[in-house]
């Protein structure tokens, strides 16, 4: 059976068995190459529930929100678990209040349809970490579409050069803020950019002001990060943010050898030390 | 005053022969998608798209705008210089002509003149293009807006086979194109059809006036909150769309200097109604949800006469999380069936 | 420009932790420790204090460069705030590294209460480094600000 209708199946018994109050799902968009996100409380919705390549959004980021109705049953990509892992670690959602529906994952195009997100490309856990039921079989898909690299360029130029691009994709940010919004970490409940007392930040889109919230919100999310890249989809100036999240997934692979999300138990890489942590960098 | 055709290879030349008095601004392609950007040479622009992913109200409502410097030690202000160019806005499609006749009417309504737009705009000559083809998320038929003239330009080009026909709707559009050739009476035909067979679609929407009795009902319908579950609150689509005019004034200081700024806000932004008491009024998606649509359908057209909406669809092209403005409506029709 | 850069006397931020860093000024100070008058010291209660956005502000707000300093590892008042800053520091300065601002602008060093003479080396070493790298300008805010504008405001 496919994934979609394995997740029907799914939704419907634990609607049914009222095992859960409510399906945080994928449903059909309003055009082909969409999917929006649907919440399912009546057994005879599940027919809803669709799951295709365009499945962009990562649904973990309402799991907090909604925790006042019970026990929500959520379907998640490989790497939407990571940050659900993180969201438990974390204190926002309790393990046994949500029932994660995973698959192993067969990637997600653009709007094209042809061409593979990059951070699926380079996805390192195709295969949910922690689930609670799974559709389809746990094997490895084959991803053999195309993807556009947009950070191999970047760092092969020196840093001047660097940081005129940087600045450049800055000036694109109109500041909506939705790859914050559309990031299932950053669920501050005050952002630090909206902060007034002190403001930190002008309200416009100053370019350096753009450039301290995305260097700050990478920090944020540094050790946390799932890489489900749902930020960058959510983004409607396709701002290029890979390189901030690549440098901060190599710092926490090398520097502290750390993977947000995939091991329940082990503590996010800035929530923790060692005292022969990297110190070179220090006088 | 005279239609005129241009042939569309000439179409550099003319735009680079603006380019001395006016500060042209067109659609200009970079990174897979088009924007209203200024052009250095008209070579740059770029026809061949659907609509600009931002509306063209940036022109003269621009995101940041410094109103002016205040040194906080003498108390003293001045105004940023403004540059008297006059701007050439070409190749604006219907919505975004739409969406300035909409500004045009709330930054000049009665006694509330907005100088810093209208110094923008009292400065400026539309013109428009045709669309030939909506995208998938457009629906500016649905509001009858022709995607083949418009009142507010000065100069209107409808390209069909190797030229454009360029309607001439004012003086000052006239004096632009004053050295074309005349349109033929053939050529005004020919146009004329195609807009004739791009007749409209039907729509699967309520239809305006019916909306507004719904809207006036439907309030406080849970039917908002249902809409709304979805929507991770970014705004986006009041930044993209030609309408969209609300805006927030702070001050940036460093020592002594300082500015006074203008920057967009929008009713999406969970902020956007916070007091200074702390109190937000407008506390839940769907009240912002329910704001935007009304504002959109009902409050706008009571105030000004018109819906804010042209049709456009960039909100719902970009919203994350796909929340399509016709599909709501569509979803706020069948709740009110539901009730009745 | 060849002039300006020749002159440059830059302005630092130094973040200095009040157990340490700040008491090894102190003690430079005593000690009669000569270092160049470059840095501008907000003591923190902490190196564990300073959130990265604080250096970002300073970067923003016309620092040429900042340093943190604080207890060496295992001295923290606080235990383990410096083990934690450590991670964090490292993390910000790679990233700021590969988005291309200049390296030095940004630095760090462990200076203990009887490191009177350490202190003044270290800010003598970052005072240089960071004149070579000449006045900060990638991250600097603008208010674009013109020079006659400014003028006439200025003027009672
Ligand atoms: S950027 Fe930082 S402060 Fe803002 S929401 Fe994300 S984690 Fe919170
Ligand atoms: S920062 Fe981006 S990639 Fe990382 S968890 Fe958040 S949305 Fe996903
Ligand atoms: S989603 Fe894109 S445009 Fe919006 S704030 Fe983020 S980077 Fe900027
Ligand atoms: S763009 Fe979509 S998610 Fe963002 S505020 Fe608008 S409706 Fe909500
Ligand atoms: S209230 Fe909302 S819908 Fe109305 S103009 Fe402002 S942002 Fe747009
Ligand atoms: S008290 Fe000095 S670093 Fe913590």
């Known amino acids: 059976m496919d994934i979609q209708s394995e997740i029907q199946k799914i939704a419907a018994r634990l609607l049914k068995n009222k095992e859960v109050a409510m399906v945080i799902g994928y449903g059909a968009g309003s055009a082909p190459n969409r999917t929006a996100p649907v919440f399912i409380d009546k057994e005879k919705d599940v027919g809803k529930l669709v799951f ?22 959520i379907v998640a990509k490989p790497c939407d678990v990571r940050t659900i892992v993180c969201l438990i670690q974390e204190k926002q959602i309790e393990r046994d209040k949500v029932h994660i529906i995973s698959f192993a994952c067969p990637g997600l195009l653009e709007k094209d349809g042809k061409t593979l997100f990059a951070s699926c490309a380079e996805c390192a856990v195709t295969l949910p970490p922690v689930y609670d039921t799974l559709s389809g079989e746990a094997k490895e898909m084959e991803r053999n579409e195309p993807f556009t690299d947009r950070v191999a360029d970047f760092f092969s130029k020196m840093p001047a050069e660097r940081w005129e691009m940087f600045k450049a994709e800055m000036e694109k940010c109109i500041r909506c803020y939705a790859c914050r919004n559309a990031c299932p970490m950053c669920y501050c409940e005050e ?86 942590d990297y110190n070179d960098f220090i006088k | 005053m005279k239609d005129k055709i241009l042939l569309k290879e000439n179409l550099v030349s003319f735009g ?58 003498t108390q003293k202000i001045a105004e940023p210089a403004y540059d008297k160019k006059p701007t050439i806005l070409f190749g604006a499609v219907a919505c975004d002509l739409a969406g300035i006749a909409a500004q045009d009417r709330l930054f000049s309504a009665g006694a509330y003149l907005d100088s810093y737009y209208l110094k923008r705009r009292r400065n400026s000559i539309l013109i428009g293009m045709a669309c030939p083809e909506p995208g998938e998320m457009c629906f500016c038929g649905f509001f009858g807006i022709d995607r083949f003239a418009s009142d507010i330009a000065d100069l209107f080009f409808t390209p069909f086979s ?24 053939a050529d005004a035909k020919t146009v004329e059809r195609l ?91 769907g009240q912002r949800m329910r704001q935007r649509i009304l504002h959109k359908f009902s409050y706008f057209k009571d105030n000004q006469g018109v819906v804010s909406c042209t049709g456009c669809g960039r909100c719902a092209e970009i919203c994350p999380v796909n929340v399509d403005i016709r599909e709501v409506l569509k979803q706020l029709g069948e709740a009110c069936e539901r009730k009745s | 420009m060849a002039e300006e850069v020749e002159n440059f006397e830059p302005k630092i931020v130094a973040f200095l932790c009040n157990w340490c860093s700040y008491a090894g000024a102190d003690l430079a100070g005593i000690g009669r420790y000569q270092y160049p008058p470059n840095v501008r010291v907000i003591r923190v209660p902490c190196s564990g204090r300073v959130d990265p956005l604080y250096i970002l502000k300073a970067l923003q707000n016309g620092a040429d460069g900042v340093l943190v300093s604080g207890c060496h590892p295992g001295d923290c008042h606080y235990i383990e705030g410096n083990y934690y800053a450590r991670r964090k520091f490292a993390v ?27 202190f003044s080396q270290v800010i003598r070493e970052v005072t240089e480094s960071v004149k070579k790298l000449g006045p900060a300008r990638r991250m600097v805010k603008s208010f674009e600000i013109p020079k006659e504008i400014e003028k006439e405001i200025a003027e009672a």
């Open chain 1, 191 to 276: 952002c630090f950019v909206e902060r007034s007392l002190p403001r930190w930040i002008g309200e416009g889109s100053e370019v350096t002001d753009t450039m301290i919230f995305h260097i700050v919100r990478a920090i944020h999310t540094a050790g946390r990060c799932g890489e489900c890249g749902a930020c960058a989809r959510a983004c409607p100036m396709d701002v290029n943010l890979a390189p901030l999240a690549k440098q901060i997934r190599e710092d926490m692979l090398n520097l502290f050898h750390h993977q947000a999300g995939v091991d329940p138990n082990a503590p996010a890489a800035l929530e923790t030390f060692k005292p022969d």
């Open chain 2, 162 to 185: 190797d030229k454009y026909y360029i309607k001439v709707n004012t003086e000052a559009g006239a004096r632009l194109v004053e050295s074309l050739p005349d349109a033929a009476a």
């Open chain 1, 52 to 73: 295709n390549r365009f499945c962009v959004n990562n649904l973990s980021l309402y799991l907090p929100r909604l925790k006042e109705k019970g026990k929500i049953a």
């Open chain 3, 92 to 118: 910000l300065k790679n990233l700021l590294e590969a988005l291309g601002l200049e390296e030095g602008r940004v630095q760090f060093s462990w200076v203990s209460a009887a490191e009177g003479e350490r």
């Open chain 2, 195 to 285: 807009r004739c067979e791009n007749a409209e679609p039907k729509w699967d929407i309520p239809p305006l006036d019916e909306l507004a009795r719904m809207l006036a009902e439907g309030f406080e319908a849970d039917v908002w909150d249902e809409i709304a579950q979805k929507c991770i609150g970014c705004a986006a689509c009041t930044f993209v769309c030609p309408t969209c005019h609300c805006f927030d004034i702070t001050d940036e200081a460093k020592g002594e200097i300082g500015r006074r700024v203008r920057t967009w806000d929008g009713c999406m932004f969970p902020k956007f109604t916070l007091h200074a008491s702390g109190h937000n009024p407008r506390t839940k998606g």
């Open chain 2, 16 to 73: 680079n022969s603006l380019i001395e008095q006016y500060r042209l601004i067109a659609p200009v392609k970079s990174n897979g998608f088009s924007l209203y950007k200024p052009v250095g040479n008209a070579s740059e622009i770029c026809l061949d798209y659907l609509r600009p992913l931002k509306s063209a109200k940036e022109i003269f409502f621009p995101q940041n705008e410094t109103l002016f410097f205040f040194n906080k030690k």
